[in-house]
């Protein structure tokens, strides 16, 4: 009720007699008067979406509205635009303002003025490559957006289930007070077989989320957040923010905060990746898009991006996925660079559970989400790969190459110089998921022994103003972590405090923007 006081529109609520009155309502009131005075009334306007999103679920269970007031300002998108922009005919940048409320419902319900009759401009033109699997990319930035926006509902959703042996979820209070989304789900006394605690992993994520808020929209998540990109952004390009450069191979069992933060780490916020939960309609006929696996979507669109990237956990689970093992066979074969990206590269422990599963690694006993899709990978495997044996020695092969750069990755975060050190030519050659050298990572770890050690060893001129894949190099890897003795050992080496990037961005505006005094005496000095 107070929820309700607070945010319905209009209200006018009585004063309190002194000494006695309603409770919920003095206290609806004193927050009124409060936000009343704040300048920022559209902060006050976003509450009062908030409260309005939140009386919403407590009628149907708790749980997250998508395409409401809340979710449009979260994402910076105009969802009234999306049809629009996925047809064709929806123009790019509307005013925002509305006449009338938007209908909120946890399930895509494409509003009566979704359409325009104004015409895209060509380079906007998401329509015209909406049927292209390379195109159903997403932003690393957009994904964190997700886990920002479900991030609280979700773990608290997984803390408040569990799943029984036939994939229910198992409420464990009585009576239960969550919105399911769709999910089976069964009363403590009713589960059967070994009970173990729901995962907040993309299992949830795709059935609490993406499939209710793309049902009856005929497109993925990724088009549909990137259509709403486009009706707000007037100079996007779709290349830009739909072509995925990155194939991400994971497992869907992987927990999804630390899927979120091991892309984050792996290649930065504006990366454009091709997650399949996102990328493909959880709401269509998956199974008879993927008959053909050298047309399927996964097969279109890792052969157009220039590398594949294993997502994996602390227990290498994903090179466990029949999936997971047909996408670095085909990385080999269409000769894409194939990388393993580790939740937390200085763990060593975690790179010999990955060399355990490669060498014990057999296809056969690899597992599916659907056993329909195990038994179509073997299949293929046989016809038209050499046969299960040839994929598991080349899988072996390509992920034996990406754990060595993942060790080398985690030697010099920790600056074990000595493993550094031990071949030049690795040393010289070898490269991050974010194309840095050895140098950005002992630089943003402030490993200063590792620097001093990595110069001595392949002459620092090699290194040291090399940029990565975003234009950096070492020094303002340095200073955007805000590594003071890092850069000034870079410093001391002779590195070029001017050169910047594409964007005209060098280590000095980076300091200047981060506030950072003493980097930028450093750098002035």
Known sequence: ??????????????????????????????????????????????????????????ERGLGLTAFSDHFDAHFNINSMRIRGILSGSGEIAPAKSRSTPRRRSRSFAWPASACSSSTVPARFCLAQVKDCPQYWGLKVRVIKQIWDYIAEDLTSYASAHLLDERHRHVCI????????????????????????????????????????????????????????????????RID???????????????????????????????????????????????????????????????RASSRVLVVTDHEALALLRAWVALEAHLSMVHQKRYDIALPDSTDMANVDCI???????????????KEEDRIAILRYAEKALGGVTAVNDMVRKVSSIAVKRAEFKAAARVGDVAWLCRDRVSLQQ???????????????????????????????????????????????????????ASTEALLTLRADVNQSNADGVAALHMAVGSGHERLVACLLA
């Open 1 to 58: 009720s107070f929820v309700r006081a607070v945010s319905a529109p209009g209200i006018i609520l009585p004063a309190t007699a002194a000494g006695g009155g309603d409770t919920t309502t003095t206290a609806a009131i004193i927050i009124q008067r409060y936000f009343r005075g704040m300048r920022d009334r559209s902060f006050f306007r976003r509450m009062l979406s908030m409260s309005d999103t939140m009386a919403e679920g407590s």
């Open 173 to 236: 209070m009585d009576p239960c007070r969550w919105h399911h989304a769709g999910a089976v789900c069964v009363k403590r006394k009713h589960a059967e077989g070994k009970l173990e605690q729901l995962r907040p992993d993309m299992h949830l994520v795709v059935q609490r989320y993406v499939k209710p808020w793309t049902e009856g929209c005929g497109h993925s998540l990724s088009l549909v957040l990137n259509a709403g990109h486009l009706s707000i952004h007037r100079d996007s």
């Open 240 to 302: 830009d923010i739909c072509k995925a450069d990155v194939f991400i191979s994971h497992s869907w069992s992987h927990n999804f905060e630390d899927f979120v933060t091991t892309l984050l780490n792996g290649l930065g916020q504006e990366r454009v990746v091709w997650v399949c939960s996102f990328a493909i309609d959880q709401n269509s006929d998956i199974a008879g898009s993927l008959q053909d696996l050298d047309t399927c979507p996964f097969a279109v669109a890792l």
């Open 355 to 369: 060399r355990h599963r490669l060498n014990t690694l057999d296809v056969t006993d690899c597992s599916a989400t």
């Open 430 to 484: 070898w490269r991050s998921t974010r194309g840095g050298n050895a140098l950005h990572i002992a630089a943003r770890f402030s490993q200063i022994s590792a620097i001093a050690a990595i110069g001595e060893r392949v002459g620092i001129d090699s290194l040291l103003n090399v940029p990565d894949e975003d234009g950096f190099p070492p020094l303002c890897e340095a200073v955007d972590s805000g590594q003071l």
